[in-house]
């Protein structure tokens, strides 16, 4: 996942701690169309919204995503207003 405040990779919100990046961001929602997912199995860079309705699977390869991640979407990205 890129993080929106250094714009950089990182695995998860402990790998991007430790980098010693300061300046802790979430995406906001109206960058959800941004590309900042990265699949570790293909390659492939998707936007947020694709990443977030994707089923945690990557949407070119089919490949799960990190399961643990969807536990922690609020250290990465603001709430989506309830429809």
């Not at 990182?10 to 802790?24: A, I, L, N, Q, V």
Request: glycine share 6%; net charge negative.
């Amino acid at each position: 996942m890129k993080f929106y405040c250094c714009n950089e990779y990182f695995p998860c919100f402990k790998c991007h701690e430790e980098y010693g990046c300061r300046e802790m961001a979430i995406w906001p929602e109206n960058k959800f169309e941004e590309k900042a997912i990265l699949c570790g199995s293909c390659g492939e860079e998707i936007t947020i919204r694709d990443y977030l309705n994707s089923g945690y699977s990557c949407p070119l390869c089919r490949r799960a995503f990190n399961p643990g991640c969807s536990t922690h979407l609020d250290l990465y990205f603001e709430k989506k207003p309830a429809d």
